[in-house]
T-cell receptor, first 114, second 110 residues
Framework: DAGVTQSPTHLIKTRGQQVTLRCSPI?????VSWYQQVLGQGPQFIFQ???????GRGNFPDRFSARQFPNYSSELNVNALLLGDSALYLC?????????????FGSGTRLTVV | GQNIDQPTEMTATEGAIVQINCTYQ??????LFWYQQHAGEAPTFLSY????GLEEKGRFSSFLSRSKGYSYLLLKELQMKDSASYLC???????????FGTGTRLTVIP
């Protein structure tokens, strides 16, 4: 079985640009969550989607947005990039929401903003 | 807010035992997870504790005390491949996400 796949794996962007990150969950998983992991820190929650609806939002500015498609894949968009947005962006999928159990993480997208 | 503390770095010798502690202060605690993360890779699930006590799984064990807001991960018979970051995370009632600590970077030396 394919795991959680994220694309691209690495990305370099300039300040002020916009970026779109993509995530495909494990087959049968209906929930996708996004986390930002700055070097040397633990992951910080950005969004969770379940059945195409937003079920949770972390403490991130409105420059961050996301959506989930009918096939349960998801996109994370970040506008007006800042140097501080440089991080590993992790996507996690699960069958259900609310328990945290059964999370499977993808390998992430390493975003560098210069 | 949620507060989760764990040591930043630890070093241990191959073949030894190491205990990584995690303390938390949360409202509506509903469970605690431990993840392993090698540099540049995805976090991988190690354990999940909801009730007080020790959960053993091979060389890894995890302990939880809800009354003390305390957990530890015990790694036995350390191997070089155990060099990684170990993340403590909690889930609270009514939330759909995990709250992570900063992670403990473990280095195993020969």
């Amino acid at each position: 079985d394919a795991g959680v796949t994220q694309s691209p794996t690495h990305l370099i962007k300039t300040r002020g640009q916009q970026v779109t990150l993509r995530c495909s969950p494990i087959s049968g998983h209906k929930s996708v969550s996004w986390y930002q992991q700055v070097l040397g820190q633990g992951p910080q929650f950005i969004f969770q989607y379940y059945e195409k609806e937003e079920r949770g939002r972390g403490n991130f500015p409105d420059r961050f947005s996301a959506r989930q498609f009918p096939n349960y894949s998801s996109e994370l968009n970040v506008n007006a990039l800042l140097l501080g947005d440089s991080a590993l962006y992790l996507c996690a999928s699960s069958f259900q929401t609310g328990t945290g159990y059964g999370y499977t993480f993808g390998s992430g997208t390493r975003l560098t903003v210069v | 807010g949620q507060n989760i503390d764990q040591p930043t770095e630890m070093t241990a010798t191959e073949g030894a035992i190491v205990q990584i502690n995690c303390t938390y202060q949360t409202s509506g605690f509903n469970g605690l997870f431990w993840y392993q993360q090698h540099a540049g890779e995805a976090p991988t699930f190690l354990s999940y504790n909801v009730l007080d006590g020790l959960e053993e799984k091979g060389r890894f064990s995890s302990f939880l005390s809800r009354s003390k807001g305390y957990s530890y991960l015990l790694l036995k018979e350390l191997q070089m491949k155990d060099s990684a970051s170990y993340l403590c995370a909690v889930i609270i009632k009514g939330a759909n996400n995990l709250f992570f600590g900063t992670g403990t970077r473990l280095t195993v030396i020969p």
